[in-house]
């Protein structure tokens, strides 16, 4: 090996400063050699620290970089440091330095640039949020997510992308009621396409298109959990008719997140109304059972699995009897389970998942 002789040369003088040393106590009088009980480990958690925030640094300052491939590289380190690690002085320290180069990145690239940055600027609130009011770090990049979702010009990853930051992100803000309403319209008007066309049938998707609706109608979902409720109560009755028409879709994503969606809508619903079944409950249980059965082989095996865990749990919360969900309620109480349970696994959810099929980067930050 080449560089043979300089390991040999650093390990010789390692271990002659350490003999040298060796001969004295140290401060804490425990004898040569002998380091303090957990001296080590702090030394090492500081240590470790300390890289990671010069790699941080490093990719920061990769934001500024002419090339695209760069500033790529750089969102990508930036991800992977804030999925990995909860560093919430290290980045409010600098969150306007990275909104700003986030804003350029939304800008100016294209595709995948555009698509990372979106998943930064998730991570970023969710960091922030924890402890700061994010909605002047949000309320730039808010329009920009915007315009690139609605951008049909746009890379379909980066407008699913953009998606689901614009979910995340406002409603980790929070923010006017308007703005909200306005961002759950917009979404709309993007998974709306895959609502039954005039003449009753399905369309035909391909699959990055029906990623983006499914990315839509998630991000829609989580915010209804905080939309105002006399909105809420209209957007349930006008949808849910058209929510049921998803599950005829040819992607098993899209189908579970509007399983979801509706199970989450008739939990909504019924807590305004225990006895709200909406306007065909038994067409849509019968569905649900299909669906929670289904067998067809023409479907991968995988995909056969995940669906009929998923909906079988929804088919539980939507078909139950007045009777049966009273005696739930009752039951969860003496349990001290809450009330919600569909709110709660859309929250969680997409703050395990973050950006749609990325490897749940929110999850390890929050974690």
Not at 59 to 67: F, N, R
Not at 186 to 203: I, W
Request: charged share 30%; with cysteine.
């Amino acid at each position: 090996m080449a560089n043979g002789s300089g390991d040999s040369d650093a390990a010789s003088e390692a271990g002659s400063l350490f003999s040298l040393q060796s001969d004295f106590p140290n401060e804490d009088g425990l004898g040569p050699g002998v380091a303090p009980p957990g001296d080590a480990g702090e030394i090492d958690d500081i240590s470790a620290q300390e890289e990671f925030e010069n790699k941080m640094r490093e990719q920061i300052d990769g934001l500024a970089e002419k090339s695209a491939k760069a500033r790529q590289a750089a969102l990508t380190g930036i991800r992977s440091g804030l999925s990995k690690k909860i560093a919430v002085d290290f980045v409010g320290d600098r969150k306007m330095t990275i909104a700003d180069a986030l804003e350029r990145c939304l800008k100016k690239g294209k595709g995948e640039e555009q698509t990372q940055a979106a998943a930064v600027a998730c991570l970023l609130c969710v960091q922030l949020g924890i402890v700061d009011d994010i909605e002047s770090l949000y309320a730039p990049l808010r329009s920009i997510f915007l315009t690139i979702m609605k951008d049909q010009t746009a890379a379909l990853k980066a407008r699913s992308s953009c998606a689901d930051a614009l979910g995340l992100c406002c409603f980790i803000a929070g923010g006017e009621n308007e703005n909200l309403v306005s961002i759950m319209d917009g979404l709309l008007n993007v998974f709306k396409a895959s609502f039954f066309k005039g003449d009753g049938s399905r369309p035909n998707l391909p699959p990055d298109v029906t990623l983006l609706h499914a990315s839509a109608l998630s991000a829609w979902a989580l915010l209804l959990t905080i939309a105002p409720p006399s909105w809420t109560s209209t957007e349930i009755n006008n949808l849910l008719p058209r929510l049921q028409e998803l599950l005829e879709s040819s992607d098993v994503e899209l189908r579970i997140v509007a399983g979801e969606v509706i199970a989450l809508s008739y939990e909504l619903a019924r807590m305004d109304n225990e006895d709200f079944d909406g306007s065909d409950i038994d067409g849509l249980c019968e569905k649900l059972r299909q669906l929670a059965t289904d067998s067809n082989k023409y479907r991968a095996k995988k995909e056969r699995r995940q669906q009929r865990s998923s909906f079988r749990d929804i088919l539980r919360a939507v078909g139950v009897s007045p009777d049966r969900r009273r005696r739930d309620e009752r039951r969860e109480m003496v349990l001290g389970v809450e009330e919600g349970a569909w709110q709660r696994l859309r929250h969680r959810g997409e703050t395990r998942d973050g950006p749609r099929g990325r490897g749940g980067d929110v999850a390890a930050a929050a974690a």
